[in-house]
């Protein structure tokens, strides 16, 4: 019988999918998640039913960093992949809260590797972010993995560097490979209540103004969530050489102005929105733009779904999931 993949997080926006994904191709999954109440723990919950109950899967409820525990699942589970995707989110909230910072992304990440380290994993695949490049204006280049990221602008970019480090350091002391992936503003269905483009959404519909900030002259490289499932399958699938850790940009590579995307929004909803200009707050970057092109070499990783085709799939499920 193949060994399982353990997916941390998987009650998360991005790791359900990613573990839906895995048990469509008829892997076992054991899904990790601690199931806190950062945003609205429905949502979470309502993830992890489309998983549980499914063939091959289980749901193990753990924080991360309790270390022996992680490290006792990892061991008693029989996996041979681990796809770390737990972690505390969110630029804004690491300004007032930094200790969650601590725990889940430093201290979480240090768990999993010892975990892994110990049980003999042959594939750590985690995840870190665009935010680790820091403020950059847009100068038609793409963020390449080899590019400077020695100023982070907020405390969860700082982690995620962190983790990446730590990631290196254990790469090369214990000889596991080990592959970093750095996300550019995922969304779609089942997305994380937070993010700009799901607030957004349902204060249009009740009629709530916006506050759009960077006075709208902000830009992102929205990437669709199969399109990320894609990238993390493929990294997956082609392990680093022992001993190596390699980072890959995962986005679309089509950075897309605030007001575009709101504007898209708009006419998926068939609504107006009422926005009130605010300036840029504290940890906010101006651009993101995701080079693909290592991943690209590697896995043949493509984007698929633009942004005109997949808000209009995210108005559509959340529309459903609200009036479930």
């Known amino acids: ?19 839906e994904r895995l048990l469509n191709r008829g892997e076992a999954v054991v899904g990790v998640d601690v199931f806190n109440a950062y945003y609205d723990p429905r949502l979470k919950e309502a993830r992890a039913a489309r998983l549980e109950g499914r063939d091959g899967f289980r749901m193990v ?27 505390q989110a969110g630029v804004r909230y690491s300004i007032d809260n930094p200790f969650a910072y601590e725990r889940s992304n430093l201290a979480g990440h240090l768990s999993i590797l010892e ?22 204006p847009l100068d038609g280049q793409g963020f ?8 982070p602008v907020s405390l969860y970019a700082a982690t995620k560097r962190s983790c990446e480090l730590l990631s290196q350091s254990y790469a090369r002391l214990y000889g596991f490979p080990q592959s970093g992936l ?24 009740r009629g709530e103004p916006i506050e759009v900030y960077g006075e709208g002259r902000m830009a992102r490289d929205f990437t669709y969530i199969d399109d990320i499932v894609d990238g993390v399958l493929g990294v997956l699938d082609h392990p680093p050489a ?34 009130i ?5 504290p940890g906010d970057v101006t651009a993101t733009y995701a080079d693909i092109s290592k991943l690209n070499a590697l896995t043949g990783y493509r984007p698929r779904v633009a942004l005109g085709d997949g808000l209009p799939k995210f108005v559509d499920w959340w529309r459903s999931f609200e009036n479930g």
């Open 115 to 136: 975990a892994c380290r110990h049980a003999g994993i042959e594939h750590l695949v985690y995840a870190s972010s665009s935010s680790v490049y820091g403020d950059r």
């Open 61 to 87: 409820r753990l924080d991360i960093a309790e270390h022996e525990a992680m490290r006792a699942l990892v061991a008693d589970s029989g996996a041979d992949r681990v796809v770390h995707l737990a972690a």
């Open 277 to 281: 200009m605010r300036p840029m707050q």
């Open 242 to 275: 022992e001993g190596a850790h390699e980072i890959y940009n995962i986005g679309d590579s089509q950075p897309v102005g605030l007001m575009e995307m709101i504007a898209t929004l708009e006419a998926a909803l068939g609504v107006q929105a009422n926005k």
């Open 182 to 205: 750095r996300f550019f503003t995922v969304y779609g269905p089942w997305g994380r209540p937070d993010m700009a483009y799901y607030s957004f959404t349902r204060r249009i519909v």
């Open 1 to 19: 019988m193949a060994r399982p993949v353990i997916v941390t997080g998987a009650a998360g926006f991005i790791g359900m999918h990613v573990a």
């Open 144 to 151: 390449r993995e080899d590019d400077p990221t020695v100023s």
